[in-house]
């Protein structure tokens, strides 16, 4: 008669299941349906012990999913939490280059939203983008406006 034999997790293989040193697999039609399970699934009604499905913890095969706050880069920046520039992007947004700033004004939100949830380097990139994007489109808008007028004076002093 054929039997499973409990492993530790470390030496588990991709389905949950692994063989003992000498033992071979055996055939299909000798296991019972009920160790055919799916890897995470449920057997007898209990969880299967080192199951790692939804888990973002530390250590987990995923670890970047984790929203854990950034230590590295707090020691080594200045110390000051980062700037998300957001009055500097509402400002932007009432230059004449719709997409940019629009743009912009997203990027300040989610740094402030990135640094509240303790992603310092997020944050910290996302309001550098957001402080870029502004500049460009008050510079932009700024042109604009002067080509406009520049236009509009040429026309009426042509007349």
Not at 6 to 28: D, K, M, R, Y
Not at 36 to 49: C, E, Y
Not at 71 to 88: H, M, N, Q, V
Not at 120 to 149: E, K, P, Y
């Amino acid at each position: 008669m054929d039997h499973l034999t409990v492993i530790s997790e470390s030496s588990e293989t991709s389905n949950g299941f692994a063989l003992a040193v000498g033992q071979t697999s055996p055939t299909a039609s000798s296991v019972s349906p009920k160790l055919h399970a799916k890897p995470g699934s449920h057997v007898n009604g209990q969880p299967r012990l080192g199951s790692r499905s939804g888990s973002l913890a530390a250590g987990s095969p995923r670890p970047s999913l984790t929203r854990q706050p950034s230590t590295i880069t707090e020691g080594a920046g200045d110390g000051s939490k980062p700037r998300d520039y957001l009055f500097l992007a509402i400002l932007s947004c009432f230059c004449p280059l719709v997409p940019i700033n629009i743009v912009a004004l997203t990027f300040s939100v989610m740094s402030r939203n990135s640094l509240q949830q303790g992603n310092v380097d997020g944050a910290r990139r996302l309001g550098r983008n957001a402080m870029v994007l502004s500049v460009v489109s008050i510079l932009g808008g700024i042109a604009i406006i002067a080509t406009a007028i520049a236009l509009n004076w040429g026309l009426i002093l042509k007349s």
